[in-house]
């Protein structure tokens, strides 16, 4: 099927909508929270009940890192075990989602600052099925993971989102998958059992995150390093914090901001999480 063909073929099964899907950033954590029945995958759970039933899942996953951007467009993608040292019933889950290589080609014709590449090799890492597996456990949603171009700045993320917009009214639900504050080198490792533990640099921003997205100050989110003087201990990386840009350029001025699972956890992470609209 040509480019063209793929486009029709896909907006005549996504019709607009008159109202839009909501966007989620999710703080996702352990690998081990697609498994484990906690707190934070029995709210994923209860937002697949609750939201508008989507036609397709597309997740911006912390841990599908490109040199340009790439978006998957197999049928279906593979489960992907990103990941080392864990019990070997994680391994063996899979999410046998199916793929839509015409929401991808859709995808691709939405963006005119740069050329997305269509994929056929990633797949679901674990940044996207351990939070979509609980949402939509029968599998039968397609999803579809856009990569995060690692070479660009958070402000390229933001500008990028902004041309995905129309798919919100398409009934396609956008999740960026990731952890606002992520230091895996500081994690206190004795106080994962410790309710909301967090050290006082994360607690820091973890309010000022909230904060900053309360009050919808999208430029000093962008420009995160000048936040505070933990802002480099909470970041050390940008990969879990690129999500969210994501989430913060598709969201509308009018869109409803709640926040959940906003809990620290064992010093240096936290899985604070928004719904937009």
């Given at each position: 099927m040509s480019s063209i063909a793929a486009f029709n073929a896909f907006t005549r099964d996504l019709?607009?909508?008159?109202?839009?899907m909501p966007v989620l950033f999710v703080g996702h954590g352990s690998p081990m929270n697609g498994i484990e029945?906690?707190?934070?995958?029995?709210?994923?759970q209860k937002l697949g009940k609750e939201l508008p039933v989507p036609k397709a899942v597309l997740v911006v996953s912390a841990h599908w890192l490109t040199r340009g951007t790439h978006i998957t467009a197999m049928d279906p993608p593979k489960t992907i075990h990103d990941f080392g040292g864990f019990p070997n019933e994680l391994y063996e889950v899979q999410y046998p989602a199916p793929g839509d290589p015409?929401?991808?080609?859709?995808t691709k014709e939405l963006v005119k600052s740069t050329d997305i590449g269509l994929d056929h090799d990633w797949g679901l890492d674990h940044g996207a099925w351990t939070v979509v597996k609980w949402m939509y456990p029968d599998a039968t949603i397609p999803v579809l993971q856009l990569s995060i171009d690692y070479s660009k700045p958070a402000e390229y993320h933001y500008n990028l989102a902004k041309e995905l917009v129309a798919l919100r009214k398409k009934g396609v639900l956008i999740i960026g998958s990731g952890n606002m504050v992520h230091n895996l080198?500081?994690?206190a490792w004795d106080k994962f059992d410790v309710p909301n533990y967090g050290y006082d640099w994360a607690i820091e921003m973890h309010e000022l995150f909230k904060n900053k997205i309360s009050d919808r100050d999208d430029k000093a989110l962008i420009n995160y390093g000048s936040l505070s003087k933990s802002a480099s201990l909470a970041i050390p990386t940008p990969d879990h914090y690129f999500p969210l840009m994501y989430t913060l350029g598709l969201k509308d001025r009018k869109d409803d901001i709640s926040f959940f699972n906003d809990k620290l956890v064992?010093?240096?992470?936290?899985?604070?999480s928004v719904k937009f609209g």
């Open positions: 019709d607009e909508q008159d109202t839009r029945q906690n707190e934070f995958s029995s709210y994923w015409l929401l991808a080609s859709e080198r500081m994690i064992a010093g240096s992470l936290n899985m604070t």
